[in-house]
Nanobody, 126 residues
Framework: QVELMESGGGSVQAGGSLTLSCEAS????????LAWFRQAPGKEREGIAF???????RYGDSMKGRVTISRNNEKRTLWLQMNSLKPDDTAMYYC????????????????????WGQGTQVTVSS
């Protein structure tokens, strides 16, 4: 069973930047689409960025243009570079691995991901 561990969260002022990291415990990381989601208190989990094994990316509307998702398979690491952060970006951020292999484009629904990290908190102050 692969495990995912996020890091890099913290407190930042509006307009600032953060880079989140997600490390996987097994090499099977490389065969699956990966994604970043977030969840704020009282809100549903929201997809932020998605990356397929063939390099195709998709971004959710809320942070599109302000985030970049990338991966390094040798290091078994997924990143999320976040810029121009806003107080509304305050949430717990999770990385996730797709439930199945072989997607032509990265799946966009949380239900299509079955392995999740514990999350890393991002707090943006005004």
């Amino acid at each position: 069973q692969v495990e995912l561990m996020e890091s890099g969260g913290g407190s930042v002022q509006a307009g600032g930047s953060l880079t989140l990291s997600c490390e996987a415990s097994l090499d099977t990381f490389i065969n699956y689409a990966l994604a970043w989601f977030r969840q704020a208190p009282g809100k549903e989990r929201e997809g932020i960025a998605f990356l397929n094994t063939n390099g195709i990316t998709r971004y959710g509307d809320s942070m599109k243009g302000r985030v970049t998702i990338s991966r390094n398979n040798e290091k078994r690491t997924l990143w999320l570079q976040m810029n121009s952060l806003k107080p509304d970006d305050t949430a717990m951020y999770y990385c996730a691995r797709a439930q199945q292999r072989g997607y032509l484009t990265p799946p966009l629904q949380a239900s299509q991901y079955d392995t999740w990290g514990q999350g890393t908190q991002v707090t943006v102050s005004s």
